[in-house]
């Protein structure tokens, strides 16, 4: 089958990296590649693969980063671009691979392109980007950015408006010129042949906007809705194949494509098995399952049938088609154990092994967050002045304003969904900080850093990171966890999520157990033989039992051999 063609990026785990918040290897409270460079051996005593590195490109900041002003220079707070050669070597001489986050989508407004654009309406570089003049002393339509207020930005220079889908500092760059899409590929090439091992694609699916850009429809913001109009536009595809052609097919190179708004059928296009635009793609549906009226701002908890419907349908439905991603956390989602599993004293752990579990032994590629393998949690946010994140900061200033939701439960809803909850830094030790920097952080470090930190867990053969340590062990030597087909068991359980895997004469069980009760199961007859295997617990176990009680929070592997 074409999808079970062996690969080494189906076989690896990914762990992402946000630098501001790794490591600090010089006391500006600001995380840098000399700290990525010194933690490279804790990540190979994890056993991971490839990084995935947030953007280290120069940058003014708007958005962390991901407004890039250089895309062939390194941002000055994360260092030079010979501490960057020597990160990567040293991750290479450890048998680690890097994957760069491409931003293509749009660019800062301080990138040279740009200043250029605006200068005149005949400049050379004015259609790099998307200009359109006004309507009746308005904007050219209704579109609303993501981080709120209108995606055009007025420019009196010209008289024109210029596309942000994100912050007015991040211009959407129009791939419609060819010139433009030379200009990446170049810059993509110039990175491959530095040696790097992937790109990770930031809103790629948004590249390709209908040509009339009419307006959306308006939603509770005032603003009307681009995505129909520019997710999964009508050239991405081909744009897509034609990077493949310049760029990823001369290289041995990990892909994949952040999809927001991506269906099944769509994902089939872009991470298809003929292998003409990406490995993979990241989608967002699991996601968004808290989602709601207000978008993601509020107190929904995913219902675990939803998730096992959404979660099951990209497993069965990519099958043998094309190659998934598997992820809880990455740096815009708050953190998992918080959100799906119970961040208590008594559960933390316990939870954080079982989502683990449930989700690194699907089919696809995981990826871990850093943090993620510790049971890092939520921040305990105690004014909106704590926040950074810029769509944190908009959200809450717009919605309290235009009084759509009162200050006290936004400050609530935000708390509990910012991107600030996976960017505070990482917990190294129960020294000052957590031993990410002996100067002062960018964003506070969770004060329970003193009893959730990577030098106790590594200490500790019970902890959440010898858990994950084992868990992707276990993917290197069971070819089925990688390549085995998916079936849902118990569909319609709020509480349980059980599958199986299948390849060849072996079967596995999944069982996890999503509730803080112990809860009553009866074990599949063809897995109460003799002949059973636990591959890991995260409760002691001895054995598999027809009739078994499961304890909170509990995660079970077995293995039968056919």
């Known amino acids: 089958m074409e999808s079970n063609k062996k690969t080494w990026w189906k076989e690896s785990v990914v762990y992402q990296i946000y630098p501001r918040s790794f490591c600090d290897s010089d006391g500006d409270g600001i995380g840098d590649l000399n700290g990525i460079t010194e933690k490279l051996e804790y990540l190979k005593e994890l056993g991971i693969d490839v990084i995935w590195l947030s953007p280290v490109y120069q940058s003014p900041n708007d958005d962390n980063g991901y407004d890039i002003s250089d895309y062939q220079a390194i941002m000055k707070e994360f260092g030079t671009m010979e501490d960057y050669d020597c990160m990567l070597q040293k991750a290479h001489d450890l048998g680690i691979k890097i ?76 791939w419609d010129n060819p010139k433009v899409r030379q200009e990446v590929f170049d810059m993509m090439n110039w990175w491959c042949e530095k040696g790097i ?155 954080a092994k079982m989502l683990g579990t ?25 004014s909106p002045k704590d926040f950074r994140d810029i769509e944190s900061i908009n959200a809450y200033q717009e919605l309290t304003e235009k009084g759509i939701v009162e200050p006290e439960e936004m400050f609530d809803f935000v708390s509990y969904k910012s991107r600030d909850n996976s960017r505070t830094p990482m917990q190294w030790d129960d020294s000052a900080n957590g031993g990410f920097t002996t100067g002062t952080p960018w964003i506070s470090v969770n004060p329970n850093y003193k009893t959730i930190n990577a030098k106790e867990q590594m200490q500790r053969e019970d902890s959440v990171f010898h858990y994950y340590k084992k868990l992707i062990s276990l993917r290197k030597s069971h070819e089925i966890i990688v390549y085995g087909t998916y079936e849902l068991l118990l569909p319609e359980d709020e509480k349980l999520y059980a599958y199986t895997r299948s390849l060849d004469n072996e079967k596995l069980l999944v069982v996890c157990n999503f509730s803080d009760e112990e809860l009553k199961y009866e074990l599949p007859a063809e897995f109460c033989g003799a002949d059973i295997q636990i591959l890991i617990a995260n409760y002691q176990r001895e054995q598999m039992e027809k009739n078994m009680i499961l304890r909170p929070y509990e995660a079970v592997v077995c293995l039968k051999a056919q």
């Not at 005149?120 to 981080?147: A, T």
């Not at 948004?206 to 997710?231: F, M, N, Q, T």
């Not at 590629?365 to 393998?373: A, D, K, L």
Request: net charge negative; hydrophobic share 30%; with cysteine.
């Open 99 to 174: 994957m760069m986050d491409l931003v293509v989508n749009h660019t800062s407004d301080e990138h040279a392109w740009f200043v250029e654009s605006r200068k005149s309406k005949d400049n050379p570089y004015r259609d790099y980007y998307i200009w359109r003049e006004g309507k009746e002393g308005k904007e050219p339509n209704n579109w609303g950015s993501c981080f709120g207020g209108s995606a055009w930005k007025y420019d009196e220079k010209t008289d024109m408006y210029f596309l942000h889908l994100f912050s007015q500092k991040q211009p959407d760059l129009n």
């Open 197 to 351: 091992d992937g790109f990770r694609m930031d809103v790629i699916s948004l590249i390709s906007k209908v040509a009339e850009l009419p307006d959306g429809e308006v939603g509770k913001s005032g603003y009307g809705d681009y995505s129909p109009y520019a997710a999964n536009g009508p050239h991405v595809h081909e744009y897509l194949q034609e990077m493949n052609e310049k760029v990823l097919s001369k290289y041995d190179l990990i892909t994949v494509g952040e999809c927001s708004g991506v269906t099944v059928e769509e994902a089939k296009k872009y991470a298809s098995s003929a292998g003409k635009e990406l490995n993979m793609v990241f989608q967002f549906e699991h996601m968004d399952l808290d989602g709601g009226e207000s978008f993601k701002w509020n107190h929904r908890k995913i219902r675990l049938t939803e998730l096992k419907e959404v979660m099951s349908k990209w497993q069965t439905q990519l099958q043998d088609k094309a190659w998934n991603s598997l992820y809880w956390c990455n740096h815009d989602q708050p953190r998992i154990v918080s959100r799906l599993g119970n961040d208590s004293e008594r559960y933390r752990e316990l939870s």
């Open 358 to 382: 449930c989700l690194h032994m699907m089919q696809g590629t995981p990826y871990v967050y850093q943090g993620e393998e510790l049971g890092m949690t939520n921040y305990p946010f105690a």
